[in-house]
Nanobody, 117 residues
Framework: QVQLVESGGGLVQPGGSLRLSCAAS????????MGWYRQAPGKQRELVAT??????NYADSVKDRFTISRDSAENTVYLQMDSLKPEDTAVYYC????????????WGQGTQVTVSS
């Protein structure tokens, strides 16, 4: 059974920084892609950033402010969030496309990020 466990959310003032972490555990054969999505109240879940072994992808709204990185040995993905804005407030979900007993998509439980003065 695969689990994604997130950490690092919280309350931060506008212009501040936070770092999210997500560790994948269980019977994992390979990870094809990991990433972060977010969902604000009353809105649909949206992609924030994804990372593979040789590429990264960002939503336009977070380019040049957020950085996604990955520790493949630890099956962990990070999201460094700088210059945070109130509109970044959302629940952030870790996402992984990986191969365990079969290829499947997994989600974390979500971590709240609130940007407010």
């Amino acid at each position: 059974q695969v689990q994604l466990v997130e950490s690092g959310g919280g309350l931060v003032q506008p212009g501040g920084s936070l770092r999210l972490s997500c560790a994948a555990s269980g019977s994992i054969f390979s990870i094809n892609l990991m990433g972060w999505y977010r969902q604000a109240p009353g809105k649909q879940r949206e992609l924030v950033a994804t990372i593979t072994s040789n590429s990264t992808n960002y939503a336009d709204s977070v380019k040049d402010r957020f950085t996604i990185s990955r520790d493949s040995a630890e099956n962990t993905v990070y999201l460094q969030m700088d210059s945070l804005k109130p509109e970044d407030t959302a629940v952030y979900y870790c996402h992984a496309d990986l191969t365990s007993w079969g290829r499947d998509v997994h989600w974390g439980q979500g971590t709240q990020v609130t940007v407010s003065s």
